[in-house]
């Protein structure tokens, strides 16, 4: 196999892992009824002009399964941090008692749970989308190899290994779903 295929191929199956690492990364900022810090993970906040991640001016916990505490570095950032998470339109609701800023994670109705499973389905829809687009990239780099003087039956089990890894990588979409859905339908 040429160095060039070879690279391609590496590529490949980073570009696959990517895309079920971003699956994980949105997933975990869904909202399921139980209380995560990573669920404020794309908040920004606006420090002194500059939009500046929430957990870098401020320590966010977890209090207890239904509540989530933010102890700001600076009490002046009390209201830029409730402004900047009434501003991500999460649903939440941030109450400031002049220490530090907690939000009650209300429980998922019935409607929003089946809601969010159409929205996870579509994410890991994305997901698998990338990986087939991912897959075409490299079949066709495999093509283009035989045409240009590259064992033909070589280039058939480089496919099938291809095939293989988006295999893999589809059911590792489908597993990463599923364990998503299980928390979400938990009530």
């Known amino acids: 196999m040429s160095a060039d295929l070879e690279d391609v191929i590496k590529e490949g199956a980073s570009a696959m892992e990517s ?3 971003h699956l994980k990364k949105e997933l975990v900022k869904l909202r399921t009824g139980k209380a995560s810090a990573s669920m404020l993970s794309g908040i920004e906040v606006d420090y002194y002009g500059t939009l500046t991640p929430l957990n870098q001016v401020a320590n966010v916990s977890v209090t207890d399964s239904k509540t989530l505490s933010i102890q700001p570095w600076e009490k002046s950032m009390l209201g830029p941090i409730e402004k900047a998470i009434f501003e991500a339109n999460l649903g939440l609701t ?20 089946k809601d969010l499973f159409k929205h996870v389905k579509s994410l890991g829809e994305d997901a698998k989308i990338s990986l087939r687009n991912t897959r075409q990239k490299l079949m066709d780099a495999v ?5 240009a003087g590259f064992p033909e039956d070589a280039g058939k089990r480089l496919e099938g290994q291809i095939q293989g890894m988006v295999n893999t990588f589809s059911e ?3 597993e990463v779903i599923d364990a998503k859905e299980k928390d979400i339908m938990t009530v």
Do not use: A, Q, W, Y
């Open 94 to 113: 941030p109450m400031n008692d002049g220490e530090l800023v907690r939000i009650s994670i209300p429980p998922l109705t019935e409607e929003r749970r």
């Open 19 to 21: 895309s079920v690492d």
């Open 143 to 147: 093509r283009s190899e035989v045409k």
């Open 172 to 174: 590792k979409v489908d």
